[in-house]
């Protein structure tokens, strides 16, 4: 990075300081991960010059020859890996992608029927504080308060009263399968179309250890980092009937030219993930959550529906006595990255919820195991247990970043 260091050396140090904090903390964000080098090094390209307006073959500039096979190749790989009829990856990000879904498909006004954001769903699910609440009637279900599970017939009922003109399925902080051939039934019987964001468990899709949403929804959202370890982009599976609209609703419908250096990165990463290697790193990923939730089940924590299937846990904290602010402050401080989330039912407000969100994909992809994950789960309880005591937290983090030198992260050389 010798430019950046010579022209802004301030942007430089912080550059830097962030590289050693990715190295130095055990990083639990459900939505975050380490690239490869491959990847990281295709976001930072010269394809970053190029401006490309419209779809490979119909351009609205000249001298495409080469983004045009670059966003073709991103396409045919996403569309083998997942097995979709119908791939655009040209959405800047997760919450775009659902936005031009939308568009595609409904009008002002229209009622959609989603997850409620404090249930695991996400802003763009119907949440009030969202565009997608605003310009749209959302009705929202519920998590079964005694299980914290999906209620199918509860949403069933709601379906079938309401007449959604679109469910969403999918999540932000549910840490089980989702019966995706239910939700299918639902929409059928209720007349409505059926969209799936899969941002979260995409990579455990792409690694076979996560049930597939393609053969059930109309329509699939899905963001290219979190579990699918590619660049902060997103893109859009559907069936091959809708896939004109789509492609309206993304260009020009929403957005301009695509970041073709983000399309490249995304090659890559499709290419990464049809790998043995990669396979085995979505079952490790699993592997690693349920040591997690069995760890800190044992240390008297309280997981929302009792423990995983996925990448994620959801730990309700009210018996801790803590709030899940404080909570992650603390862990952040003994070198532990965590989110403080809502939990159902939550009777805290989202500003300090009662839960905290962990998740284990980039700990994975550092190398980490059954036994780490183990002595994760200890820290944590050290953490939660006595979040005042700050010489405990400061011993932690020196010992969390002593752990952490033994298991280099991709992409980065320390």
Known sequence: MEAIK????????LIRREEQRQCDKIRLIASENYVSAAVLQATGTILTN???????????????????????????RARALFGAEHVNVQPYSGSPANMAVYLAFLNPGDTILGMALPHGGHLTHGAKVSISGKYFQAESYELNRETGLIDYDAIREKALSCRPKMVIAGHSAYPRHIDFARFRAIADECGALLMIDMAHFAGLVAGGVHPSPIPFADVVTTTTHKSLRGPRGAMILCKEQFGEAIDKAVFPGLQGGPHNHTTAAMAVAFK???????????????????????????????????????????????????????????????????NYNAIPFDPRKPGNPSGIR?????????????????????????????????????D????????????PPPGINV
């Not at 790998?275 to 069995?294: I, K």
């Open 6 to 13: 010579s022209t802004d050396s301030e942007i430089f140090g």
């Open 50 to 76: 190029k401006y490309s307006e419209g779809y490979a073959g119909k351009r609205y500039y000249e001298g495409q020859q080469i983004i045009d096979q670059i966003e073709c190749l991103a396409i045919e």
């Open 272 to 338: 990464e993930a049809d790998s043995e290697e990669f396979r085995n790193y979505a079952r490790q990923v699993v592997e690693n959550g349920r040591t997690l939730a069995e760890t800190l089940h044992s240390n008297g924590f309280d997981l929302i529906t009792g423990g995983t299937d996925n990448h994620l846990l959801l730990v309700d904290l009210t018996s801790k006595n803590i709030g899940g602010k404080p909570a992650a402050k603390a862990l952040d401080q003994a070198g532990i990255v965590v």
């Open 358 to 394: 962990l998740g284990t994909a980039a700990v994975t992809s550092r190398g980490f195991g059954e036994r780490e994950m183990t002595q994760v789960g200890e820290w944590i309880n050290a953490v939660v247990s006595d979040p005042e005591n700050q010489s405990l937290l400061a």
């Open 396 to 407: 932690i983090a020196e010992n969390v970043a002593d752990y952490c030198r033994d298991y």
